[in-house]
């Protein structure tokens, strides 16, 4: 289970599965605390490993230095670009 804490706005939620989706991680939402209407809030998501075979070496992202959300840097290469 992944827990996120602390989403100050659906923007930064939005974020999170667009990393999700970059890493190729299958996700699926369990639900918000304290409820999905009341910001910030901590999100639940059950993830399961991507399901490719090929290695990779770890994502690297960026953090913006004014905002908590993870920037679109964020980068998986892909086994042609690793040469494999």
Do not use: W
């Not at 993870?70 to 040469?83: D, F, I, Q, V």
């Amino acid at each position: 289970m992944l827990r996120v804490a602390n989403v100050k706005d659906e923007a930064a939620l939005e974020s999170v599965r667009d990393l999700l989706d970059v890493l190729g991680v299958h996700y699926e939402h369990i639900r918000f605390e304290p409820d999905e209407d009341t910001f910030p809030q901590t999100a639940y998501f059950y993830v399961r490993p991507p399901t490719s075979t090929c290695p990779t070496e770890p994502p690297t992202m960026s953090m913006p230095p004014s905002s908590g959300s993870p920037s679109s840097t964020a980068s998986t290469p892909r086994c042609s670009e690793a040469g494999r």
